[in-house]
């Protein structure tokens, strides 16, 4: 069956540009996270739906970034007035549903490059 | 700060040899995970561990959970170098188990 799936796999933009980074999920996963990875590092969690609600967002960096999810499957990233520091592997995540039980199985990631 | 670090952050082995790396967590959790990462690639889930578990296995990996110490090891045996990858811990908090924390990794280099 289908995986994760992010696109776009690579994206390089402008400084000041926004960006929307987006997310398939498996099927039938009612829960989705955003996390981001620096080179080499670990990952820092951004944001979890549950279904189409965001009980937590604790991790968004800024007010230049925001999520949505739709219907209970895609979801998009986007980072407005990008900013080079915002450059790194944004990944994406999907369990069955949202407990710390259940495997979470993630996309290739976007590698976001910020000229 | 993170709540899982990996120890170390880098092991090179030779084929067959054993990999052993450790996950030290500041907080009470119910679950344990560990990921592998592949370069370039999204992380792949390995095993799953909860809080009253000792010890789980999964073909050549071996989980071991120390509550008390607040570790957790991840062993693999007779290493190949298809197992050259990042190997990250990941986290629950007692208080809220809807979402994992994830360590910084161990990066494995085996060579043939």
């Known amino acids: 069956g289908a995986g994760v799936s992010q696109s776009p796999s690579n994206k390089v933009t402008e400084k000041g540009k926004d960006v929307e980074l987006r997310c398939d999920p498996i099927s039938g996963h009612t829960a989705l996270y955003w996390y981001r990875q620096s080179l080499g590092q670990g990952l820092e969690f951004l944001i979890y739906f549950q279904g189409n609600s965001a009980p937590d967002k604790s991790g968004l960096p800024s007010d230049r970034f925001s999520a949505e999810r739709t219907g209970g499957s895609v979801s998009t990233l986007t980072i407005q007035r990008t900013q080079q520091e915002d450059s790194a592997v944004y990944l994406c995540?999907?369990?069955?549903?949202?407990?710390?039980?259940?495997?979470?199985?993630f996309g290739d990631g976007t590698r976001l490059s910020i000229l | 700060s993170q709540q899982g670090e990996e120890d170390p952050q880098a092991l090179s082995i030779q084929e067959g040899e054993n990999a052993t790396m450790n996950c030290s967590y500041k907080?009470?959790?119910?679950?344990l995970q560990w990921y592998r990462q592949n370069s370039g690639r999204g992380l792949v889930h390995l095993i799953l561990i909860r809080s009253n578990e000792r010890e789980k296995h999964s073909g050549r990996l071996r989980v071991t959970l120390d509550t008390s110490k607040k570790n957790s090891s991840l062993l693999i045996t007779a290493s190949r170098a298809a197992d050259t990858a990042s190997y990250f811990c990941?986290?629950?908090?007692?208080?809220?188990?809807?979402?994992?924390?994830f360590g910084t990794g161990t990066r494995l280099q085996v060579f043939p």
């Open positions: 995540a999907s369990s069955f549903w949202g407990n710390s039980n259940q495997p979470q199985h």
């Open positions: 907080t009470s959790i119910n679950n």
């Open positions: 990941a986290t629950d908090l007692s208080y809220n188990t809807d979402k994992l924390i």
